[in-house]
């Protein structure tokens, strides 16, 4: 067992003895508040106040017992070490001792603000903050943030973990300027975190520099600053994976379904499954903004049926409305804004309206008074409700739409692709990656979202009059956790198009315009938080999206943060990186790398025999280093190299957009010209390849010009 890995057990079991006693503890609050709920109920009785006060303390104790069935899962989730010696854990709720010693400060308390406002600039006291990750009843990680490394020391009686140690070491550095570095580090980070929530905050920055640091520390801050607003109507935070989706979960502190939903681009669509994955090309087309438009005219196109004239018998006159007629009114209420299915009862309105017009001119009625035509068309509405004839025209007159009804038409070309939006090109692309693959893409996830809001929901059909009110089967007193799981089960019946208060998206270069249209459902009126870096976009025209940001912004406010420095990717990479990075944008500053490995990227070209050198290149590095190992190619070589190599259970082989967000301490890419010519966003591809390393990166091609 390595000396690193012995530390990490070591400081696991010591927060473990912890949380052990806080279970232990709560087990007994439970335990005390059950049998309190329990004699409340059987007490009481005679005087209706003798009843009163029963209901009113059995409903106290029923919210105590479901806040403390709560808190058992991710009860602890941080520690603060301050720097007068005094330690204090971090959880969900407060939870004392019998002699009222504190075991765990609710996260709420003013002293444990500091978890989530103490900075390396301004540390408030607290020498090591502690994140604890907590698997049911079982401490399985910690991870250590100095804010004050220089007293690492002073720690007595533990080691410090992860990134904490780095940043120890480097303020032992007898130059001074490592420790200033990170000084400036925390200092530009926590100006992003605690920026005002006034409208949306833009967060950029190259690789290494913390934006997703920032986005998660940003929540935590937010949530304790604005919990009683973001608590009611929920945060979303939106990253570009599975596996983000997973880190996150284990680093937020545990704040129930309905304050954080925690999301990948593959899942921001609810009720929709992603099976497969489209190419570059197909993406890019159905990612861009013009699909709106297109997409628009499909479901004006659903919507209009062929009209044949109605016949149908009206207060005893058999009458003709023209198909001509019910074509030249759809238009109108095709004009407007809102969505079809909403516009449903106005049509029902328009065409029986359109009935009593064919039964005036039919009965010679013209000279009537307003008043009396206004109580015909009113007579109609309730004559003809149950008319099967009507109902048929209406049907065609304004037919009733389901999103995936209409997007399985387009796929298979029931629906064609309207021209104009769209080259001819993009047309015949889209129609053959449907035809040929019936699987469902992130980004078909969001043109059915589009659909969603473009068609609405259905109309609710008509309740009978005689209707009675549902009678109240929950009994005089209904529990605290009953009214909970009903207020929970409200609120996600339309989570996909809940107005959140707060929306977080991590690598935001990388979320197409019309992922944008699409998270932008879910905030109309809240606030945002978006952090990104534009070099790395798969997308061939990353202006579009930056546009589709700020649109999504609308009149709201827009601040722009941008990360400089790099502390995690060596000088020596990052070299070469800006290379590749000037081929970009000869404009573009790259982040200042401040750790320096003294191993140079080693750039192997015109090699004949790139398989027997991949397997040399990983060999090599696995000896090199102690951690994890990438080798990075394009989409077409990374299967033929996944069977190629080692199965070393640290080598990972990934596809370019598979390796985005991914960090090794050692990294080969193969035939970095391939990469670069793979699509439209090639270099920003191969830039992200290049920087996936923080100690060895090795580079193989077959060309003499790799670039």
């Known amino acids: 067992m390595s000396q690193q890995s012995a530390a990490l057990r070591g400081e696991i079991a010591r927060e473990q003895e912890l949380v052990d006693a806080a279970l232990a503890r709560l087990a007994v609050l439970r335990a005390e508040t059950s049998a309190a709920e329990e004699a409340g109920l059987r007490g009481g009785g005679g005087t209706p106040q003798a009843v009163y006060e029963r209901d009113v303390t059995v409903l106290h ?52 603000a500091a978890f989530y406002r103490a900075t390396a600039a301004q540390p408030d006291d607290v020498v090591r903050r502690r994140t604890i990750s907590c698997r049911g009843d079982k401490v399985v990680a910690v991870e250590d943030e100095l804010l004050d490394p220089a007293r690492a020391d002073d720690l007595v009686g533990t080691t410090v973990i992860g990134d904490g140690a780095f940043l120890a070491a480097l303020s032992k550095e007898r130059t001074g300027r490592m420790r200033d570095i990170v000084a400036t580090i925390q200092r530009e980070q926590d100006e992003a975190v605690r920026a005002p929530d006034d409208g949306v905050l833009l967060v950029t920055g190259g690789p290494g520099t913390g934006k997703t640091a920032v986005a998660l520390h940003r929540v935590a801050f937010l949530m304790y600053s604005h919990r009683e607003r973001f608590s009611r109507r929920g945060v979303l935070v939106v990253g570009p994976s599975p596996v983000f989706v997973d880190y996150v979960s284990q680093v937020l502190p545990t704040l129930g379904e309905t304050s954080v939903r925690l999301v990948s681009l593959e899942t921001l669509v609810t009720g929709t499954a992603v099976t497969g994955r489209d190419s570059a090309d197909v993406a890019a087309v159905k990612g861009s903004l013009r699909m709106a438009d297109v997409l628009k005219k499909v479901t004006r196109t659903a919507g209009r049926p062929r009209v044949e004239d109605v016949r149908i018998v009206f207060r005893g006159r058999a009458v003709t409305v023209p198909g001509k007629e019910q074509a030249t009114r759809r238009s109108q209420l095709e004009r407007s804004p809102r969505s079809h299915n909403s516009l449903h009862g106005q049509a029902r309105t328009a065409l029986a309206n359109l009935v009593v017009r064919a039964w005036i001119r039919a009965a010679g009625a013209e000279d009537w008074s307003d008043r009396a035509k206004d109580d015909l068309r009113e007579e109609a509405h309730i004559d003809l409700r149950d008319d099967a004839v009507f109902e048929q025209a209406l049907a065609s007159f304004w037919p009733v739409l389901e999103r995936h009804e209409v997007f399985d038409r387009l796929r298979s070309g029931d629906l064609r692709l309207p021209q104009g939006a769209l080259t001819p090109d993009e047309v015949a692309l889209l129609a053959a990656a449907w035809r040929d693959n019936d699987s469902v893409t992130a980004a078909d996830a969001v043109l059915l979202d589009e659909l969603d809001d473009l068609i609405g929901a259905p109309p609710a059909p008509p309740e009978p009059d005689d209707d009675e009110p549902t ?102 990479i990052a070299e070469l990186a800006a290379t590749v990075l000037t081929l970009i944008d000869p404009a573009a500053t790259p982040p200042a790398a401040v750790r320096s490995t003294g191993h140079a990227p080693v750039v192997q070209i015109q090699v004949v025999d790139l398989d027997a050198t991949a397997r040399a290149a990983v060999a090599e590095l696995l000896g090199q280093v102690t951690g994890t190992v990438g080798v990075v190619a394009t989409a077409a070589d990374a299967p033929r190299l996944r069977e190629l190599l080692s199965d070393d259970p640290r080598l990972q082989v990934l596809d370019t957009w598979q390796a985005k967000g991914m960090e090794f301490d050692g990294c080969l890419v193969v035939s970095p010209e391939h990469i670069a010519a793979e699509g439209a966003a090639g270099l920003r591809s191969l830039y992200v390849a290049i920087t996936r390393a923080t100690q060895r990166l090795i580079v193989i091609s077959a060309a003499d010009r790799p670039w």
């Open 61 to 112: 104790f029923a919210g105590r017992r479901a806040t403390l069935d709560a808190a058992a899962d991710g009860l602890v989730f941080g520690r603060l070490d301050r720097d007068d010696g005094t330690v204090h854990h971090i959880g969900r709720i407060g939870v004392r001792t019998e002699e009222q010693h504190a075991l765990v400060v609710d996260w709420r308390a003013p002293a444990a």
């Open 471 to 572: 009678p109240d089967d929950y009994g005089e007193v209904t529990t605290f956790a009953d009214r909970s799981f009903r207020a929970e089960r409200d609120l996600s019946a339309d989570e996909s198009h809940r107005d959140y208060a707060h929306v977080v998206v991590d690598e935001a270069q990388d979320v197409s315009p019309m992922q944008w249209r699409a998270l932008g459902r879910r905030a109309r009126s809240g606030t945002w938080t978006v952090v990104g870096d534009w070099a790395q976009s798969v997308w061939p025209h990353p202006d579009e999206t930056a546009e589709a940001v700020v649109g999504v912004a609308g009149k709201r406010r827009l601040r722009r943060h941008e990360l400089t420095t790099n502390y995690r990717t060596s000088t020596e």
